[in-house]
């Protein structure tokens, strides 16, 4: 009986349509916010310069790589109009036999809430484009000659926006972001030879994060 139930819920499972994130994803946000909302730039009142190399499933071919560098940082920073902040970030993504390498600026209005400026309401928006790109040589197939798949590399340069809200005091934050604005309307796609590649057609990304700090001792806070 329970070997039929199990049959039961796999068909079910395979019968189900299945859906999965294509953008990038971070396991630590928190040190990376410019990723996934404009309205991060200049947040940390300075200079900021962020790196990061991924790599995982080490040792299988295809395995996914990503790498991005990001500076952002307050415009006029120490003056009481310091209201602008500005970053730009680079990435680059690979997955099998697919990629994706993209270059955004970022512009965001922070307005303050308090004479002691602790509190703002941040407000972003964020430009750029990603050339996307499909390898036939890293496809694995039976027959070949096959017209779907590329000879060498088809790829895509598609002009993308994205915007955001971040609010932040002290002690909480949060942000609501909206990434990948222009694919709806996109019509260039993943084209080769008159066939247009779906399964990588981008789409639209919303994003919602928040944050607290918790005081553990008069040293140590957690966040």
């Given at each position: 009986?329970?070997?039929?139930?199990?049959?039961?819920?796999?068909?079910?499972?395979?019968?189900?349509?299945?859906?999965?994130?294509?953008?990038?994803?971070?396991?630590?946000?928190?040190?990376?916010?410019?990723?996934?909302?404009?309205?991060?730039?200049?947040?940390?009142?300075?200079?900021?310069?962020?790196?990061?190399?991924?790599?995982?499933?080490?040792?299988?071919?295809?395995?996914?790589?990503?790498?991005?560098?990001?500076?952002?940082?307050?415009?006029?920073?120490?003056?009481?109009?310091?209201?602008?902040?500005?970053?730009?970030?680079?990435?680059?993504?690979?997955?099998?036999?697919?990629?994706?390498?993209?270059?955004?600026?970022?512009?965001?209005?922070?307005?303050?809430?308090?004479?002691?400026?602790?509190?703002?309401?941040?407000?972003?928006?964020?430009?750029?484009?990603?050339?996307?790109?499909?390898?036939?040589?890293?496809?694995?197939?039976?027959?070949?000659?096959?017209?779907?798949?590329?000879?060498?590399?088809?790829?895509?340069?598609?002009?993308?926006?994205?915007?955001?809200?971040?609010?932040?005091?002290?002690?909480?934050?949060?942000?609501?972001?909206?990434?990948?604005?222009?694919?709806?309307?996109?019509?260039?796609?993943?084209?080769?030879?008159?066939?247009?590649?779906?399964?990588?057609?981008?789409?639209?990304?919303?994003?919602?994060?928040?944050g607290y700090m918790f005081p553990v001792n008069d040293n140590i806070y957690l966040k």
């Amino acid at each position: 009986m329970t070997k039929k139930w199990f049959t039961v819920v796999l068909l079910l499972c395979l019968a189900a349509g299945s859906r999965a994130q294509q953008s990038v994803q971070f396991s630590q946000y928190i040190f990376n916010g410019l990723s996934i909302n404009p309205a991060y730039a200049g947040y940390k009142d300075v200079l900021h310069l962020n790196a990061a190399y991924r790599q995982q499933w080490t040792g299988i071919d295809g395995a996914p790589r990503t790498a991005s560098v990001s500076l952002d940082g307050p415009l006029n920073r120490g003056a009481k109009d310091a209201n602008v902040g500005l970053g730009v970030q680079a990435m680059m993504d690979n997955l099998g036999p697919q990629s994706a390498v993209s270059l955004y600026a970022s512009y965001a209005y922070r307005i303050r809430l308090d004479e002691e400026d602790t509190r703002r309401l941040c407000l972003g928006i964020g430009v750029g484009a990603t050339q996307y790109g499909l390898s036939g040589k890293d496809l694995v197939y039976l027959d070949n000659g096959d017209r779907i798949i590329p000879d060498g590399s088809a790829k895509s340069t598609a002009p993308d926006a994205r915007v955001g809200i971040y609010y932040y005091t002290p002690s909480l934050y949060i942000g609501v972001s909206a990434l990948d604005l222009f694919s709806k309307y996109s019509s260039s796609g993943y084209k080769w030879r008159g066939y247009t590649y779906e399964s990588i057609k981008r789409k639209q990304h919303v994003y919602l994060t928040a944050g607290y700090m918790f005081p553990v001792n008069d040293n140590i806070y957690l966040k």
